[in-house]
T-cell receptor
Framework: DVKVTQSSRYLVKRTGEKVFLECVQD?????MFWYRQDPGLGLRLIYF???????EKGDIPEGYSVSREKKERFSLILESASTNQTSMYLC??????????????FGPGTRLTVT | AQKITQTQPGMFVQEKEAVTLDCTYD???????LFWYKQPSSGEMIFLIY??????QNATEGRYSLNFQKARKSANLVISASQLGDSAMYFC?????????????FGTGTRLKVLA
């Protein structure tokens, strides 16, 4: 079974704090993604990575950065948290070499509140 | 630009009946993939079914089937014999190429409520 884990289910931070959200997958997936989910807006892609040390901006990268030093780990960083970054953050991974399958597997999500 | 549209914010269905959740997409690419995910109230996204743009047969997975109409750019999810546990949010998604890079985009979702 594919497993994607996220470091926290719930997080409360203050405005201006630096926030780290960690994601780990155990299925040797090459691709990893960070989304935020807000009511009525669906999932919006923040950043993604198709390889170690590689990153690409998604649709809403402003205010975020990412790090992928190891294949299984993809971190999302909020450099200076703001109240408009209060949201549900979902990590996903996809594609193990040789499978030809591209469905994404998601972690349980981190509900971040910035006060 | 690529886009996924789900026009039904919410739907009700009686237990044991079939229900269709609508999804239309827009892309100029010839090679793309379409996915449906379920998100129960617990929050975790669960992959349900996949359809490739070159697949001639509609995909099926148990009680789930994908009604793929390429010319109309629609990829509706059909759930047969609905169960109470099917109550959830359902998202349609597409993997396609934008500026040379494959990306996934999601619709805004349909909330399904199954009635006993």
């Amino acid at each position: 079974d594919v497993k994607v884990t996220q470091s926290s289910r719930y997080l409360v931070k203050r405005t201006g704090e630096k926030v780290f959200l960690e994601c780990v997958q155990d299925m040797d997936h090459e691709n990893m993604f960070w989304y935020r989910q807000d009511p009525g807006l669906g999932l919006r892609l923040i950043y993604f990575s198709y390889d170690v040390k590689m990153k690409e901006k998604g649709d809403i990268p402003e205010g975020y950065s990412v790090s992928r030093e190891k294949k299984e780990r993809f971190s999302l960083i909020l450099e200076s948290a703001s109240t408009n970054q209060t949201s549900m953050y979902l990590c996903a991974s996809s594609f193990a070499p040789g499978t030809g399958s591209y469905e994404q597997y998601f972690g349980p999500g981190t509900r971040l509140t910035v006060t | 630009a690529q886009k996924i549209t789900q026009t039904q914010p919410g739907m009700f269905v009686q237990e044991k009946e079939a229900v269709t959740l609508d999804c239309t997409y827009d892309t100029s690419d010839q090679s793309y993939g379409l996915f449906w995910y379920k998100q129960p109230s617990s929050g975790e996204m669960i992959f349900l079914i996949y359809q490739g743009s070159y697949d001639e047969q509609n995909a099926t997975e148990g009680r789930y089937s994908l009604n793929f109409q390429k010319a109309r750019k629609s990829a509706n999810l059909v759930i047969s014999a609905s169960q109470l546990g099917d109550s959830a949010m359902y998202f349609c998604a597409m993997r396609g190429r934008t500026s040379g890079t494959y990306k996934y985009i999601f619709g805004t979702g349909t909330r399904l409520k199954v009635l006993a």
